[in-house]
């Protein structure tokens, strides 16, 4: 069974930073992608960056330039550092991956980001 687990979020002031993690309990080759979703109250989940097996990153318009998608095969993990942060990117951050072959995908807990003053 896949898990993956999140962690690094927390409160940040605007135009702070902070680095999210995804632990993936097996290998990440298993995947196709990898990547961060967040979901704000009342709003839909809505993809954030991904990273192909390729090491292919994309970044959403919204997070562009301020967000970075990576991954570290040896620790099995992704990461999301996130930049200049504003209010508008508090919310709850998933990371997701996808089966390379199933193409099923993978869901972690969650992690609250907060971006206040």
């Known amino acids: 069974q896949v898990q993956l687990v999140e962690s690094g979020g927390g409160l940040v002031q605007p135009g702070g930073s902070l680095r999210l993690s995804c632990a993936a309990s097996?290998?990440?080759?298993?995947?196709?992608?990898m990547g961060w979703y967040r979901q704000a109250p009342g709003k839909q989940r809505d993809l954030v960056a991904r990273?192909?097996?390729?090491?292919?990153?994309q970044t959403m318009r919204a997070v562009e330039g301020r967000f970075t998608i990576s991954r570290d095969n040896a620790k099995n993990t992704v990461y999301l550092q996130m930049n200049t942060l504003k209010p508008e990117d508090t919310a709850v951050y998933y990371c997701?991956?996808?089966?390379?072959?199933?193409?099923?995908?993978?869901w972690g807990q969650g992690t609250q980001v907060t971006v206040s003053s």
């Open positions: 097996g290998s990440i080759s298993a995947f196709s992608a």
């Open positions: 997701n991956a996808r089966g390379r072959y199933t193409g099923k995908d993978y």
């Open positions: 990273i192909t097996v390729g090491d292919n990153p």
